[in-house]
């Protein structure tokens, strides 16, 4: 399938499109990369160059898409971090596009704003996503951070999780880094109808991306027609399986490259994360 992905590029390691892209090109995907800001690496680095691109510059590229006849090929948009506030209006528009020509295209948005209990986008970044591109979401993939941001509400546990993931009001929540007692972490999935969650062993120093990764996965997962409990142990599996080789070696960089077979639907991951109901 063909997804238009709009996020960050880097030069060095595999954060936003340095992830996502490979990870979707790994299974098959044809992805057309849009960059919301090109640094040299992620900001973990003690340097980072670079800088947000203009928003009249991603609406040329996209323009450049349209005229060709290619959005009117794409079956889904992958939105993530963005450079400026100004950028959610394009990528609304691109959004808007796509399912002027095909309606049943999904459009998966990342908040990618902050976390740690902090935020790193740029000032009004967060309340655009939240304006513009919120209400055209099928899927919606924030941290807990984000997700608390976006709806006011404190999260402490999975419960939590659910009444903010309900509050969004999307066809698809799936909340990220849900605390579960002291030594794991959970994804919650909650769709119309039912709600799954998934935990795993909290992994100390991870590297950075595994939001990144864990969307584009998690997007596969749902064009290969998986359902909501299907695709979130699929993409909780993969990614933790990449973070926790990542953490064994030491890796500044989630070793996307070394672990690539692992982000496959029928590859046999070192833990299989069984996810289930919440009621």
Not at 160 to 187: F, N, Y
Request: aromatic fraction near 6%; charge should be neutral; glycine fraction near 8%.
């Amino acid at each position: 399938m063909n997804i238009l992905s709009i996020q960050s590029e880097v030069v060095y390691g595999h954060v936003g499109q340095g992830a996502a892209r490979f990870a979707l090109q790994r299974q098959g995907h044809e992805v057309w990369a849009l960059p919301t800001v090109l640094l040299s690496s992620h900001a973990g680095y003690p340097r980072v160059e670079g800088e947000p691109v203009s928003p009249d510059l991603l609406r040329r590229l996209l323009t450049g898409l349209d005229a060709n006849g290619w959005l009117q090929r794409c079956d889904a948009v992958l939105s993530g971090y963005l450079g400026s506030p100004a950028q959610a209006e394009v990528v609304g528009e691109a959004v808007r596009k796509v399912r002027a020509a095909n309606p049943l295209a999904l459009y998966c948005l990342d908040p990618v704003f902050g976390d740690d209990g902090r935020a790193y986008a740029k000032p009004g970044v967060a309340e655009a996503m939240a304006r513009v591109l919120l209400p055209l979401a099928d899927i919606v993939t924030p941290n807990v951070f984000e997700l608390s941001s976006l709806t006011s509400v404190q999260i402490r546990n999975v419960g939590d999780a659910l009444v903010a993931a309900r509050r969004l009001a999307r066809p698809v929540v799936v909340a990220t880094s849900v605390p579960e007692g002291q030594d794991r972490l959970g994804v919650l999935a909650a769709g119309k109808s039912a709600a799954w969650f998934a935990s795993t062993p909290r992994l100390a120093d991870a590297p950075h991306g595994a939001g990144d990764l864990f969307a584009a996965q998690f997007l596969a997962a749902r064009l290969a027609g998986c359902d909501l409990r299907t695709a979130l142990e699929r993409a909780t599996s993969s990614v933790f399986h990449i973070l926790n080789q990542s953490v064994a070696a030491n890796s500044h960089e989630m070793l996307l490259i070394e672990e690539q077979k692992f982000l496959a639907a029928n590859a046999h991951m070192s833990v299989v994360v069984r996810a289930h109901e919440i009621v």
